[in-house]
């Protein structure tokens, strides 16, 4: 089963790579007017503890250009289990400044939250129930004014459940801003 992580692994880096360099370049900073908008992304990605596929979903409201809140909803199918979590986190998303286009189009964020998690990691003795502690990190990098191609990595700490730490990376979302 390590093979095939690792398989996983590398094709995600491959195809995020070849997304970002098919990437066109635009003169102005897109992705500025986020303000008092929603934003919502989908995306696949694995789970590492146990390792699988991993599919994400979620709808970002932004407060303020820069702060925002995302409930969330994750699928993690690794090696016959299953693993549901629902979830919110507050976010800060940077503003980079510069010259360069890439870089004004780039929005790296942080994020922090909890919620339920529902978990069979065995595949054998039943499904636990639990909350979890969340933190991610990521990037939007926005092609055109409304759509963003994003990655993310998730650390969760679950409680009630029979693992105990869970790492996610949403290899390659797109998210349209509303």
């Known amino acids: ?18 997304a970002l360099l098919a990437l066109p370049q ?34 970002e409201y932004y407060a303020t250009k820069n702060l925002s809140v995302a ?11 299953e693993i549901y979590t629902i979830s919110a986190e ?24 909890g919620g339920i998690i529902i978990a069979d990691p065995d595949g054998r003795r039943g499904a636990d129930a639990g909350i979890q502690i ?14 963003a191609l994003s990655s993310s990595m998730e650390f969760t700490i679950p409680f009630g459940v029979r693992d105990h730490f869970i790492y996610r990376w949403h290899v390659l979302q797109v998210k349209y801003l509303f």
Not at 33 to 56: A, E, V
Not at 71 to 81: E, L, R
Request: hydrophobic letters at 40%.
């Open 90 to 113: 507050g976010r800060y998303t940077l503003d980079l400044t510069g010259n360069d286009a890439v870089v004004k189009n780039l929005k790296p964020w942080v994020g922090v939250g």
């Open 134 to 147: 969340q933190m991610t990190g990521g990037a939007n990098y926005y092609i055109h004014a409304n759509i």
């Open 1 to 18: 089963m390590k093979l095939h992580a690792n398989r996983c692994f590398v094709t995600s880096l491959v195809l995020l790579f070849a």
């Open 26 to 59: 635009s003169a102005s900073a897109l992705g500025e007017k986020r303000d008092k908008r929603f934003q919502i992304g989908i995306g696949p990605g694995f789970i590492l503890s146990p390792t699988g596929f991993n599919m994400g979903l979620e709808a």
């Open 71 to 81: 409930p969330k909803f994750s699928i993690s199918i690794p090696d016959g289990a």
